[in-house]
């Protein structure tokens, strides 16, 4: 967290983590940190023992709870892997955060003791601004019922690159309403087994969004839910051969400019 926060961010770019899963950082040359489904424990696997899907963490912790340090803490949607009571009951520091979700996220923000002052509901097509940071919602396609409230993200720090990440969400051609907002880099669920776009589906939606790059994710974390992303680079090969393919290194900086 220490090296995250020193990390230098030039201006017109944008620096990102990825700690596996949905679970991203992004950090701006003014220095604001926003964390995006922070999944920063193994408290799923407990989930899949009752239904028999090997739901253990395959990627290392490499953030603990309580030594997270970030400005904005926001999420998606409810699943588990997404808003994770565990990750937010330990953090050390969230008196100081602003924490931000749909409805049912901001229940359990609530539950874990975070300050309702703190917390600011979300949903497809609001805005939010947070120092330098711009945000806004996009819709999704829930992937189950156990929470209909699913959407995605479209960030953007000053007048850097703009990002959108999908969050979990199926198919649809609603998802092309993005296209609008003219976002830089995409960032996609591939996990087309459990109901997610698959890797031929993000790659469809990086045809009709137009980036300049393409980030695959949630493929990585748990063995009964994963694919491999080489697919999804050659899905785009076909369907949109002009989006940069990118597979940031997990713990690693990753920087993404406008050019």
């Known amino acids: 967290m220490h090296d995250i926060r020193a990390f230098p961010v030039a201006k017109g770019s944008v620096g990102l983590w990825w700690l596996g899963q949905n679970s991203f950082l992004f950090k701006s040359p003014e220095g604001t940190l926003a964390g995006v489904d922070l999944y ?4 799923c696997a407990a989930l899949g023992h009752s239904s028999g899907i090997n739901l253990s963490r395959a990627v290392p912790i490499l953030i603990q709870p309580e030594e997270l340090d970030i400005d904005l803490f926001t999420c998606t949607h409810n699943h588990q892997d997404h ?4 990750t937010i009951r330990n953090l050390r520091n969230k008196d100081v955060f602003t924490f931000l979700g749909p409805h049912p996220s901001c229940d359990v923000f609530r539950q874990e003791g975070v300050e ?3 917390i600011q509901a979300a949903w497809p097509q609001c805005e939010f601004e947070f120092r330098d940071l711009k945000l806004r919602g996009t819709f999704a396609l829930p992937t189950d019922t156990t929470d209909l409230n699913h959407m995605g993200f479209l960030l953007q720090f000053g007048n850097g690159p703009k990002i ?3 969050g979990d969400t199926d198919y649809t051609d609603l998802l092309h309403e993005a296209a609008a907002h003219k976002p830089d880099l995409l ?3 591939i996990n087309g087994g459990f ?4 890797f031929w589906e993000a790659a ?3 045809e009709a969004v137009k980036p300049k790059a393409a980030i695959p994710c949630h493929y990585d974390m748990f063995p009964d839910n994963s694919v491999n992303p080489a697919m999804f680079q050659a899905a785009m ?3 949109c051969p002009d989006v940069r393919y990118a597979q940031p290194e997990h713990g690693k900086p990753f920087v993404f400019d406008i050019g």
């Open 164 to 166: 959108y990440i999908t």
């Open 237 to 239: 090969k076909l369907k």
């Open 116 to 118: 309702s002052g703190r």
């Open 40 to 43: 920063l424990t193994d408290s």
């Open 195 to 198: 109901n997610n776009l698959s």
């Open 187 to 189: 960032i996609t669920c």
């Open 204 to 206: 469809q939606l990086a």
């Open 83 to 86: 808003t994770d009571p565990e």
